[in-house]
């Protein structure tokens, strides 16, 4: 048969019509192929974005017939879609498995809603962040709750609700009986609060000599956006522990501040690869002029992992410039 004459679903892909009208997808038929155990097919599973009542009702009685491995399998998917396309919202399927039995998946559920502002969705993640039984699960919270409270800096939490989580991630880290990956996160998470207590609370935990509350006070220096931590993230960029070194040089960026760009250009030869694409990551969050060619010419160098740092970051630099001038012309 001439390929003219073939029904579509036989001709070659390069030849279908990009603008013929597609064949929606039911997602309680998504819903159903899950259950079956099919191979998940990631262009259906698009069909659960923003998912009616009835499909997260759906949901919430699957997870409870699947095996471990398929829930994770599952969420891990969605995530991965929603990465790739910002226009896709599976968040209330996350949330529908928030309190799985299965800690890992729990995670995942808790990962899913990174991008949450709503302060009923806060809540919940503060009970669990009070509640659950794994510190793995609770270290995720903590991490997620970071992004609630540059919502808070941004004026969209009310009083209460601002009180409520700077209370509850302040008594995480401070609980000497916490797991010590949770009290990091926690007060990571707390890094971009402007409130003079947070100072003070990342100055006492960097003193406190622990590597992993050093790194966690590190990174919530970069996020507290305040020029007087930058004397203390150089200091650190001769550390002897590589994964302090990589934090300093990953919140000396966020700082964004052209006083750094020399000193992570020596950090970029750190004998530690992590180290090394750490410094050239947060040259280009730095941005400018001097940073862009400093970047374009890293991508001359002949270790790969810092050939390709240096062109990831000089795309998002040059990103940066793009909008702040955008910016500019609007105004």
Do not use: C
Not at 159 to 181: F, I, K, Q
Not at 188 to 201: I, K, R, T
Not at 255 to 273: C, G, H
Request: aromatic share 4%; charged share 30%; glycine share 6%.
């Amino acid at each position: 048969m001439p390929d003219d004459q073939r029904p579509d679903d036989e001709r070659p892909l390069d030849e279908l019509d990009d603008d013929a009208p597609r064949v929606a997808v039911d997602p309680l038929d998504v819903v159903r192929s899950i259950a079956a155990g099919e191979t998940l097919d990631h262009d259906r599973l698009k069909a659960l974005s923003s998912p009616s009542d009835e499909v997260v009702g759906r949901m919430l009685t699957l997870w409870r017939a699947l095996e471990p491995q398929r829930r994770r399998e599952v969420l891990a998917a969605l995530q991965h879609l929603a990465n790739d396309d910002v226009t896709l919202d599976f968040h209330r399927i996350h949330l529908s498995a928030l309190r799985d039995e299965d800690a890992a998946t729990r995670i995942l559920a808790v990962r899913g809603l990174w991008e949450q502002e709503r302060e009923d969705y806060m809540r919940l993640l503060l009970e669990q962040l009070k509640n659950d039984p794994e510190p793995a699960v609770r270290e995720a919270v903590a991490d997620v709750l970071g992004n609630f409270v540059l919502s808070m800096e941004f004026g969209l939490l009310g009083e209460e609700a601002t009180d409520d989580l700077t209370s509850a991630l302040r008594e995480s880290v401070e609980d000497v009986n916490e797991a010590e990956e949770v009290r990091a996160a926690a007060l990571a998470a707390l890094g971009p609060s402007s409130e003079d207590w947070v100072a003070e609370l990342i100055g006492d935990q960097y003193e406190s000599g622990e590597v992993r509350m050093r790194v966690a006070s590190l990174l919530a220096m970069g996020r507290n956006a305040d020029e007087q931590w930058l004397p203390v993230l150089l200091h650190n960029f001769d550390d002897e522990e590589p994964q302090v070194r990589a934090a300093a040089a990953a919140a000396s960026g966020q700082l964004l501040m052209e006083e750094a760009i020399d000193a992570l250009l020596e950090l970029v030869n750190d004998t530690d690869e992590e180290v090394g694409v750490a410094a050239v990551k947060a040259i280009g969050e730095i941005a400018g002029e001097g940073a862009e060619r400093i970047l374009a010419d890293l991508m001359g160098r002949q270790e790969p992992h810092i050939r390709d740092a240096a062109r990831d970051a000089l795309i998002a630099a040059q990103l940066i410039g793009i909008d702040y001038i955008d910016n500019e012309d609007e105004s």
